[in-house]
């Protein structure tokens, strides 16, 4: 497809030779309405300041701007026809480091969230993998903000996990002064099926799963 300029403000389109729309501009902003068939329909509006609009008024505010009534296929779609292949949507910042979304082909996973640092994908299998790509990297979870403050669980490049901390220093890490095991269990008896390190309480004794399927107990008294 060729784009020529016809006359002064104007601009029309051609395939093969043959024209397919043409369109008078003025000076400021306008609108264009240009439909190909049933294949190509945009209702939108060019300024000569370089932003185009797809959907919207005149006067578009981004260099890209689309407004649509939602659902499904009502945005931007990239298609890739390789099972081998992905389709991407790609940012990048003025150092290079570049931020991609991508739907894989067939032979690999359903989707990634990938960039320099991280890694945000399914596994192919109705699972989910996130990944912190640097060295000393670190995973960290946040509520009621971004800020520093409000981080809440953090998985550092250990493998530690912080919980109300920010440096944990083993494999649980917990800034509180409270465990709580809500529901209570009482083996059946000191052989109940059990994995070493389960633990469990009822109002009289605090079990303790000491080997596969060896409890042990304390009682518990009043004080």
């Given at each position: 497809m060729n784009a020529k300029k016809v006359a002064l403000g104007s601009l029309a389109v051609f395939v093969a030779g043959v024209a397919l729309f043409s369109h008078a501009f003025s000076a400021g902003a306008t609108s264009l309405v240009t439909s190909l068939g049933d294949d190509f329909d945009i209702v939108g509006?060019?300024?000569?300041g370089g932003n185009i609009g797809i959907g919207t008024a005149p006067s578009p505010t981004a260099k890209l701007y689309i407004v649509s009534t939602g659902g499904a296929l009502s945005g931007v779609l990239t298609d890739s026809t390789s099972a081998n292949s992905y389709a991407t949507t790609d940012l990048r910042n003025n150092s290079g480091d570049l931020l991609q979304v991508a739907m894989t082909g067939s032979t690999f996973a359903n989707g990634i969230f990938n960039s320099r640092s991280a890694n945000f994908s399914t596994?192919?299998?109705?699972?989910?993998?996130?990944?912190?790509y640097n060295p000393s990297g670190v995973i960290r979870f946040a509520t009621g903000g971004y800020a520093a403050s409000n981080e809440r669980v953090r998985i550092d490049s250990a493998g530690n996990v912080g919980i109300g901390t920010?440096?944990?220093?083993?494999?649980?890490?917990?800034?509180?002064?409270?465990?709580?095991?809500?529901?209570?269990?009482?083996?059946?008896?000191?052989?109940?099926?059990?994995?070493?390190?389960?633990?469990?309480?009822?109002?009289?004794?605090?079990?303790?799963?000491?080997?596969?399927?060896?409890?042990?107990?304390?009682?518990?008294?009043s004080f």
């Open positions: 509006s060019l300024r000569t596994n192919g299998i109705g699972g989910v993998n996130l990944a912190a920010a440096n944990p220093t083993t494999q649980l890490d917990i800034s509180g002064n409270k465990i709580r095991l809500e529901t209570p269990k009482t083996p059946a008896s000191s052989s109940e099926a059990c994995n070493k390190g389960e633990i469990a309480w009822d109002a009289n004794a605090l079990y303790v799963c000491v080997a596969t399927n060896t409890w042990k107990k304390s009682a518990l008294v």
